[in-house]
């Protein structure tokens, strides 16, 4: 029988005692003794941790390292650089560390607790994976946390989110946020309740894939897209949207949920989601919020009426409200007398509406004509020629607004019952009159030689 080398014999001794060879760029041993590997990247300015010598217990990783006289910073943790330590119970990895590569703590299998700063931007497929049934993972910020780019399933099977020292069960993300990342809470099992704000437009690939301690979900209608398998393996038994807009999804949720969970929709957009690809796949699609009302819907807001250059123009503050008008002209009839008083006015009524929204509260006005020079004399050609300009009255809260009359003219405003209840004068060519008429209540308001019926909102 032929001699093994003495080089093989070498080999296979360290790989039955079982030790953790590295190759690395600088060995430093830090206050306590403890010995970690390095890796210079950044052209030398930065240190990578790729090793620690005992690779055991309670680990504390470096901030910054000193190493012949120059002091560096350590910004990221290098793939397989604690692979398969069985023996590491938990690690503290230092604030201004900004990358975790994939299989960084993989299989760690006594792994029970690991805090993670908000620095950190990018944590690697299966960084923590087959680690420790009953790992906690410790953050500092959680929209900070739902930025991270996740390269896969950083954490497998089972796993805990603490903020503050105290488990996350109900999480509640801040309004900060507007995009979950890929896989941010993915296998979080801790998990029983999910709010997501308004603030959120984007829920990236199995961002809450295998939470299995959920059971509902609410959607808020600001989001507008939703990666495969975002709530995926998750069993749902009830699932409200606000979306009024439903877009094509795939993948998203589990073939339990489809097949058993109900889908709660807006109202009057049950058809646009049977409609939509992925969302038509519940067998079961209710309008309302399943809890005995209907779908809780943002109101428009209520518009705003303007007259110039002979248009009237209606805003909406509501991104994408239309505005329907109602006008009236009581000038416009039939008449059997041989002399009639024109008013000239127009009664203007306006509310916004949006798919979706619930429609604003009606705004009215009042638009009128006054004479500047009312004498009739000269005119030729059966053809009257009276000079005369638009008057805006709106009332709102008891308070009276009329705008486009001129300085200095007195306006009065008196009740039904001819008591007066308010008097001004036009200052810039407007005025705003407070009075006591409440809403549904009709003033009389005196413009010049014109009377006028307004009713207050």
């Excluded at 790729?50 to 680990?59: A, E, I, M, R, T």
């Excluded at 990236?204 to 959920?214: D, M, N």
């Excluded at 409200?240 to 993948?251: A, E, Q, R």
Aim: aromatic share 10%.
């Amino acid at each position: 029988m032929k001699q093994l080398s003495l080089s093989f014999l070498l080999t296979m001794f360290v790989c039955m005692v079982g030790i953790k060879a590295y190759a690395y760029d600088i060995a430093v041993e830090n206050a306590d003794g403890v010995t970690f590997y390095y890796d210079y990247i950044k052209d030398g300015t930065e240190l990578m941790v790729v090793g620690q010598k005992n690779c055991s217990g309670d680990l504390v990783i470096p901030k910054e390292v000193t190493y012949m006289n120059r002091t560096r910073k350590v910004t990221a943790i290098s793939n397989l650089a604690f692979n398969n330590c069985h023996d590491l119970i938990s690690v503290v990895i230092p604030d201004g560390l900004t990358t975790i590569y994939l299989d960084a703590f993989h299989n760690c299998r006594r792994l029970t607790s690991v805090t993670i700063p908000s620095s950190v931007t990018e944590i690697g497929n299966a960084a923590f994976s087959y680690c420790s049934d009953v790992l906690s993972v410790k953050i500092t910020d959680i929209a900070a946390w739902c930025k991270i780019k996740f390269e896969g399933s950083a954490f497998g099977g089972n796993w805990h989110l603490y903020l503050k020292d105290e488990e996350v069960k109900d999480l509640v993300i801040p309004n900060s946020v507007t995009s979950i990342a890929d896989y941010a809470f993915a296998f979080c099992k801790g998990l029983t309740s999910l709010t997501i704000p308004n603030s959120v437009t984007s829920i990236g690939e199995s961002a809450f894939k295998g939470c299995t301690g959920l059971t509902s979900l609410t959607i808020p209608n600001s989001v507008t897209s939703i990666g495969e398998h975002a709530f995926d393996d998750v069993d749902y038994f009830k699932v409200v949207s606000h979306i009024t807009n439903p877009f094509p999804i795939y993948d998203v949720f589990s073939l339990n949920t489809l097949n058993n969970a109900t889908l709660y929709v807006p109202i009057g957009t049950i058809d646009k989601y049977k409609a939509t690809k992925g969302w038509k796949n519940f067998l079961f699609i209710e309008e309302g919020t399943g809890e005995g009302g209907t779908t809780t819907l943002q109101k428009c807001e209520k518009p705003t009426i303007s007259y110039q250059n002979g248009k009237l123009a209606f805003n909406c503050e509501t991104d994408g409200a239309v505005c329907y008008s109602t006008i009236t002209d009581t000038d416009i009839r039939s008449y059997s007398d041989n002399e009639i008083q024109l008013n000239v006015t127009y009664n203007i009524s306006v509310y916004a509406t949006k798919l979706g929204y619930e429609n604003s509260e009606v705004a009215t006005a009042t638009l009128c004509w006054i004479d500047v020079e009312p004498q009739t004399e000269g005119i030729s050609n059966e053809i009257a020629q009276i000079r005369s300009k638009a008057v805006m009255i709106q009332g709102i809260d008891g308070v009276l607004n009329v705008s486009g009359i001129d300085n200095g003219l007195k306006i009065t405003v008196y009740s039904v019952s001819g008591q007066m209840v308010g008097v001004a004068r036009a200052i810039s060519n407007q005025t705003s009159i407070v009075t006591n008429l409440r809403k549904g209540e009709i003033g009389i308001v005196k413009v010049g030689d014109k009377s006028l019926k307004v009713v207050m909102q």
